[in-house]
């Protein structure tokens, strides 16, 4: 009898429990973060779990309370003690950003571990990069590898990526380019720009898998169209020697242009190569000289040597054979 009793108060308490919780949840979903807090702090005061967590949530991200990550931080604590995931995902993050507390790698690594073991792709993403950059951890590619495929195995687009960065540039494992292109296959699927450029790359440069020009410009527009300079730099380029595409010297010098405004030294020495050519362009000595100088000032040598071709040749300046000499001689050092 006694021991049927005992169940039974158990079974109320729990019920209790969970309607307290329940309220906190209601409040919380129709945005009364007030309400939410005062439900969520009586169940979580009594250990539950999940009020633990999402009283972490409302104080890290400022939900109708400034935002106090030291609370978040004990409320994480006591959730993650029990064993909830996403709440040692969280420590491990707040450990590394210094958070509501000292930041600590060594632990920040811990919690992660916690979480990876339980599944949690991102916590083994980040325990992988921790490997990686020796952050808490001696650096140790293979378990980065180890943790970087449990992540991307389940989808995870920057551990696809940095599989891929790995296997490309053989940090800890034999250069395997066949590998690297499928795993940057998978992220750029995914829309991982990182992905995506690398794989125009490997296309050009035949790494595992046969050169193709025309795949490789498809990849390169596609990031230069997402503002990355290097692959308009790069889009420009092909444009403009007919690889993978027929010759247009009208968009690669859009291309370039859209590069060079972003600080790409080459589209900038480029768009002068072109105005002072007239290629896709009226020939123009003044912007052709523009553009080499931004690129010269850079301490790009062609530009530079180009800028004394210019004053050596009078185009589009009066000739100066001084200046020539000083810009031979920059782009000679």
């Not at 696809?160 to 699927?189: C, H, M, P, R, T």
């Not at 490789?216 to 380029?237: H, I, K, M, P």
């Not at 007239?278 to 040597?305: I, R, S």
Request: a negative charge; zero cysteines; hydrophobic letters at 40%.
């Amino acid at each position: 009898m006694l021991q049927k009793a005992i169940l039974s108060l158990s079974f109320l308490t729990t019920l209790v429990l969970g309607a307290i919780y329940d309220n906190g949840v209601v409040a919380y979903e129709r945005g009364d973060y007030k309400t939410a807090i005062e439900w969520f702090e009586r169940a979580a005061n009594q250990g539950d779990v999940d009020a633990q967590f999402n009283l972490g949530v409302i104080y890290d991200n400022a939900l109708g309370v400034e935002q106090d990550y030291k609370k978040a931080f004990k409320w994480f604590e006591k959730a993650a003690i029990q064993g909830n995931v996403k709440a040692q995902y969280n420590l491990g993050v707040m450990y590394t950003n210094a958070q509501g507390v000292e930041q600590d790698y060594k632990k920040s690594a811990e919690w992660y571990e916690k979480a990876a073991i339980q599944g949690d792709m991102r916590a083994q993403y980040n325990l992988g990069a921790m490997y990686v950059n020796a952050q808490g951890l001696e650096r140790d590619y293979k378990e980065a590898i180890k943790w970087y495929e449990k992540a991307a195995n389940q989808g995870l687009v920057d551990a696809q990526s940095s599989l891929g960065f790995i296997y490309k540039n053989a940090l800890g494992v034999e250069q395997d380019y066949k590998k690297a292109f499928s795993w940057y296959e998978k992220a750029a699927i995914q829309g991982n720009v990182k992905a995506q450029y690398n794989l125009g790359t490997m296309y050009i440069n035949a790494q595992g898998v046969e050169q193709d020009y025309k795949k490789s410009f498809e990849w390169f527009e596609r990031v230069a169209n997402q503002g990355d300079a290097d692959a308009q730099y790069l889009t420009g380029l092909m444009y403009y020697h007919a690889e993978g595409v027929e010759k247009d010297y009208k968009k690669a010098m859009e291309w370039f242009e859209k590069a060079a405004n972003q600080g790409s030294i080459k589209a900038q020495h480029n768009l002068g190569v072109m105005y002072l050519n007239a290629q896709g362009v009226e020939q123009d000595y003044k912007k052709a000289m523009e553009w080499y100088e931004k690129a010269a000032t850079q301490n790009l040598p062609k530009a530079q040597y180009n800028i004394g071709l210019i004053y050596k040749n009078g185009w589009g300046v009066e000739q100066d054979y001084k200046k020539a000499f000083e810009w031979f001689e920059k782009a000679a050092i």
